[in-house]
Each structure stands twice: as C-alpha cells, then as structure tokens.
C-alpha cells in the first residue's frame, strides 16, 4: 500500500470511529462516590450540608504543613475503621510518567513533637469496583500509606513536588488503569499501640481533603469528529486494550493501520505542538 492509500484508509477508519471520539488524557479531581461507610469516632464533614463536594475540587487553599485544614466545608472524617470509594465520573486513571493520582488529607507537622501527625488509610484500585489491588504499605513508617504527608494548598496540586499529599503510581501495581479508587483509614494500628513511631492518643480517623488524578481519561461521544485530518500530528502512538504500547509513528502520513496492527481493540493517540486526541480503534 503506497503511503497516499495509507492516509486515505485511516482517515476512512476515523470517520467510522467519529462516534467514539475520546478526550486527551488531563489533570482532573474526583467528582463521584461510589461507596461510603464511616468508621467510629469523628465525622466531620458528613453532613449533607458538606458532603460529599467538600471532597470533590482542588485541597483546601488554607492547608499548609504547619496548620492543617479543619473546616467541615472542606474535609471529611472518614472515621477510624472507615472506608470511602470514588472516582472520575465517565472517566478513569491510565498509568503515565511517574505518579498517577494524589490523596490529600490534614496531616501536619506537630511543632512539640517535630514530626508528622498522622492518620493513615490504605489505599486500592480497581477497574471493575469489585475486585481491588491495594499499595502494599509498611505499618511502622507508613510508606506506601495516605494521610502521611501534609499539604501545600496553594501549590498546584497536579504537581506532587509542590503540592503534598500522597502520590501513588499504577505500574507500582503492575497494572495500566483503573476506575475506582478505594481509600480505607488504619489509623487503629498507630492509636492501639504506644509503641508505634507515630503514636498519639487523639488520632480519631483519616480525614479526606481531596484527591487529583494526574492521568484521567474521559470517555465521551460525539455525533461529529473534531479532528482535523488535514494537520500533521508530531507524533502518533497506539496502545493496546492493556494499555501497552504497541507502535509508534512520527508523522500521520505514515500512519499504516492495516499493516501494523492485528485484530483486536486499540487506543490511538495522537499529538502535535497544540492539542492531544485520542481514539478508541477496533480492528476487525
């Protein structure tokens, strides 16, 4: 095939697929609760006069390690035992570079004892909101916990270096996406134990402030395609339903669809110098 019947045939199979155009992958905070069950102890900001949009957004703006957020408005008390699920509305988190979504929550630094005051929660993940993979955890240092680093509230917070809060990354999973994001407190295995390095009496449960994907992907039709076969895209990249990739091409006149790929269900991303547009491919 010459590369003139190549471009024809893949503007042709965009045309068919217009319907199932996507959104490119963006910064988004969550804006769905799938699940909430309050553990025991402290439930600020369960009320229906708060919640659940103190938990949708960006952190509070007021937090910073010294001085953590306490208003109802912008937390909420999940409770010691408590566990919450969200996620992205029509959407979900792909695994892109380094962290894929960050859990804010009110932990600070206590100035009498110098270190962090925490109140830990586990944390899984899963495609299908019944089957959870969770991050695994140490239960002495809490690595791999949420609710362990304070906030910078008026930092970016897609910016994890900025920003604060716990970062967790999907391939630490092995995993390529993910729908539903599964919060539940553990504070229990610092306040039953005062022994424990982060042992403080008052510990009354995780409180969530907010939680920002880095890597979200919004499925969505559309009755016309806004993409524009006439520009040249930079670069085009085509993962398979795992989220792997499988090819990659610099220019979209090279882009050869029938010889590259096999059977089968594909996502195709294409990017120039001032947009990002993806795909959903299916090969027959």
Known sequence: MNKHKSFLFNILIFIILQNLILSAQSNKFIDTVYYFKP?????????????????????????????PESSPSEILSIGLGGEIIVGFKNSYLIDGDGVDFIIFENAFINPLKNKVFAEPASVSVSEDGINFIEFPFDTLTLLGCAGITPTNGGANPFDINKSGGDGFDLSKLGIKKAKYIKIKDISQIIKENPEHPFYDPTISGFDLDAVAGIYVVQEQTSVGSDIDFHKIYSSIKVYNYLGQLICEFSNIALFDLQNKLIQGNYFVVLFNFSETKAIKLCIN
Do not use: W
Not at 40 to 67: C, E, H, V, W
């Open 39 to 67: 553990g025991i102890g402290q439930n600020i900001g369960q009320s229906s006069d708060y919640y659940p949009l103190n938990i949708f957004g960006p952190p509070s703006p007021k937090a910073t390690p010294m001085i």
